[in-house]
């Protein structure tokens, strides 16, 4: 982890599964507890903003209003979908 005036604490991370994309919401797990979930402030890869990091690459994140993040800390990305309801016969 980084800490950088004006924007917060950046965590470094490896994507280990899936992607992590600009618009997804993030949960902070340590030791097996979710300690936050809010926004994914910035994502970049190297100095590059970025839309989005596979699996398999490294990055930096910021998440929004917390500044807490550890190392050793599971930073989870998601995205949430609206479905709609449907009455079946």
Do not use: P
Request: with cysteine; proline share 0%.
């Amino acid at each position: 982890t980084f800490r950088i005036s004006k924007v917060g604490t950046i965590a470094g991370c490896f994507v280990l599964d899936g992607k992590i994309t600009r618009n997804n919401k993030v949960r902070v797990i340590r030791d097996g507890i979710v300690v936050y979930t809010g926004d994914l402030g910035s994502l970049k890869r190297f100095k590059d903003d970025v839309k989005e990091v596979t699996h398999g690459y490294e990055c930096g994140l910021n998440v929004e209003k917390f500044n807490d993040v550890k190392v050793g800390d599971h930073i989870e990305a998601f995205e949430l979908t609206e479905v709609k309801q449907t009455l079946e016969d």
